[in-house]
């Protein structure tokens, strides 16, 4: 159980174009799922707390309306990077909270050209 | 100074040996300890959780110290497999809100034929 998809997988797009990644959990119910991001060898880094049906709350220096997160149901959140630029380029992970324990998706790598 | 610390590394273990790591925190209202396991360009993945009697889950043993803010994960009779990266985590709830978890940079182990 505790199963959390993110798609796609592996993104590559153009400077100024937005990109859009999934967040599911599979087979449980998330109120609330995390965004992350991950540089080359840096940790991970929350980036903001999606909150279903309502606002998202970010980290301080993450531009909410660069960063738009949507959390319509109990099952999906989706990140929306609008604008991207290169140094937008990392992997984003999602996680999904289910008791005590939060569960990552594998993880979408985006890279901006 | 950096919520979570830890040894980067990299450790060169023989297959077999004993191998320790240790995290230290710096927020005191830290509520919930984690090692999560990262294997390259991949998601993390929850290896276990701390707590504060200590606690052993076959080869892995972890603990807990609150006044010092240290946790340690000692692994016995290494494996191949388990060489990776262990990423020291903490979580601090506020109000009952599901807060996002805290990484460290994680320390990469590799064990050795």
């Known amino acids: 159980g505790a199963v959390v998809s993110q798609h796609p997988s592996r993104v590559i797009c153009k400077s100024g174009t937005s990109v859009k990644i999934e967040c599911r959990s599979l087979d449980f119910q998330a109120t609330t799922m995390f965004w992350y991001r991950q540089f080359p060898k840096q940790s991970l880094m929350l980036m903001a707390t999606s909150n279903e049906g309502s606002k998202a709350t970010y980290e301080q220096g993450v531009e909410k309306d660069k960063f738009l997160i949507n959390h319509a149901s109990l099952t999906l959140s989706t990140l929306t990077v609008t604008s991207a630029h290169p140094e937008d380029s990392s992997f984003y992970i999602c996680s999904a909270r289910s008791g005590n324990e939060q569960y990552f998706g594998p993880g979408t790598r985006l890279t901006v050209t | 100074r950096k919520e979570v610390e830890q040894d980067p590394g990299p450790f060169n273990v023989p297959e077999g040996a004993t191998v320790a790591f240790n995290c230290t925190y710096s927020n005191s209202a830290s509520q919930s300890f984690f090692w999560y396991r990262q294997d390259c360009r991949k998601e993390p993945k929850l290896l276990m959780s701390?707590?504060?009697s200590g606690n052993e889950d076959g080869r892995f043993t972890a603990q807990l110290n609150r006044a010092s803010q240290y946790i340690s994960l000692l692994i016995r009779d290494s494996k191949l497999s388990d060489s990776a990266t262990y990423l020291c985590?903490?979580?601090?709830?506020?109000?009952?809100?599901?807060?996002?978890?805290?990484f460290g940079k994680g320390t990469h182990l590799i064990i050795q034929p």
């Open positions: 985590v903490v979580n601090i709830y506020s109000g009952g809100g599901a807060d996002g978890l805290t």
């Open positions: 701390v707590y504060s």
